[in-house]
């Protein structure tokens, strides 16, 4: 059972792939919305943000109390320049204007809408990240840090470290 969550949209549960590909279509025009969410039940998911064909492509896989979190790259190696990406059409914190939240990311992390199409129908119809981008682990980048002890990395047992490419 997947579920998508589409911004200024109720959540519909057990979704088709027809309507996952009419949510995608909202998101790629001009005033749509600016955020996809497709989750599966265990909690992993895939999800695209941003605007004016500039988006960032992020997948998490969960596994009982633990995750792995990847951001889709056009590049297997970060370029280390920051680029940012904006969306939301309303501030959930009322500092920014309309559809200017921004994202901050490697700028390799930028994709464009094909990118997000492809691979959120992919991930619609078999559960998988799309091969032909590079999935950069950003675990770390979300993981907090608690007063008393650090968490430095969450993953399955015998799984390799850093980037995985599929």
């Known amino acids: 059972m997947l579920r998508m969550s589409l911004e200024g949209h109720a959540d519909i549960p057990n979704v088709s792939l027809a309507l996952v590909e009419s949510g995608l279509l909202r998101l790629a025009a001009q005033n749509g919305p600016t955020y996809i969410i497709l989750t599966e039940e265990d909690g992993s998911y895939m999800q695209a943000a941003g605007t004016a064909g500039r988006y960032a ?3 998490r896989d969960a596994f009982g109390e633990g995750f792995l979190h990847w ?8 370029s280390g320049v920051q680029a940012t990406i904006y969306y939301r ?3 959930s914190h009322e500092k920014h204007a309309r559809r200017t939240c921004p994202i901050t ?3 390799g992390q930028v994709v ?3 990118d997000v199409m492809e691979s959120l129908l992919l991930f619609a119809r078999a559960r ?6 590079y999935w950069h682990n950003v675990t770390a980048e979300l993981l907090r840090t ?3 002890k650090k968490i430095c990395e969450i993953r399955p047992r015998n799984t390799n470290k850093g980037s995985d490419h599929g």
């Open 57 to 59: 492509l992020e997948a």
């Open 71 to 78: 951001r889709a790259a056009k590049k297997e190696v970060a």
């Open 89 to 91: 059409n309303r501030c």
């Open 105 to 107: 990311v490697d700028r």
């Open 112 to 114: 464009g809408f094909e």
């Open 128 to 133: 998988e990240r799309h091969p032909s981008l």
């Open 146 to 148: 608690g007063a008393e």
